[in-house]
C-alpha cells in the first residue's frame, strides 16, 4: 500500500525557518515526480515545488523561489522541502504527493496520484 507521511511542520516567526519532510513506502517512487503543494484555510490547494526522483530536477512557484529548497534523499526514501525566510502568508497545510507521469512541469494537483496526510505551518508575525 503506498503510503507518504509527512513531518516537520509547526509555529515559526516570520523570517524563521522550517524543514518538512516526506517519508514514502509501499511503492517504488524513486522513479517518480514528488512535489509538495499548500493549502491555506478558504483557499484552493496551491504547487509550492517538486522534484524527480531520478534526475533531481526541480520546479518551484514564483512565490517561493529563493526562499525553498526540495531534495531527496535515495537511501532513506524521503523528500524535504527546506523553507527560510519565512513569511506569514506561507501558513498553510503542507501536502506531500508522488506521481508517475513524465509532463515537464507537474504543478497542477490534478497531475499527482498520492498525497500524504498534510503537516501544519503557522508563521507569525
Known amino acids: 500500500q503506498e503510503q507518504l507521511v509527512e513531518s516537520g511542520g509547526g509555529l515559526v516567526q516570520t523570517g524563521g525557518s522550517l524543514r518538512l519532510s516526506c517519508a514514502a513506502s509501499g511503492r517504488t517512487f524513486t522513479s517518480y515526480a514528488m512535489g509538495w503543494f499548500r493549502q491555506a484555510p478558504g483557499k484552493e490547494r496551491d504547487f509550492v515545488a517538486r522534484?524527480?526522483?531520478?534526475?533531481?530536477?526541480?520546479v518551484y512557484a514564483d512565490s517561493v523561489k529563493g526562499r525553498f529548497t526540495i531534495s531527496r534523499d535515495s537511501a532513506k526514501k524521503t523528500v524535504s522541502l527546506q523553507m527560510n525566510s519565512l513569511k506569514p502568508e506561507d501558513t498553510a497545510v503542507y501536502y506531500c504527493?508522488?506521481?508517475?507521469?513524465?509532463?515537464?512541469?507537474?504543478?497542477?494537483?490534478?497531475?499527482?496520484?498520492?498525497w500524504g496526510q498534510g503537516t501544519q505551518v503557522t508563521v507569525s508575525s
Open positions: 522534484i524527480r526522483w531520478g534526475s533531481g530536477d526541480t
Open positions: 504527493a508522488a506521481t508517475p507521469r513524465l509532463s515537464i512541469r507537474l504543478t497542477a494537483v490534478k497531475d499527482y496520484d498520492y
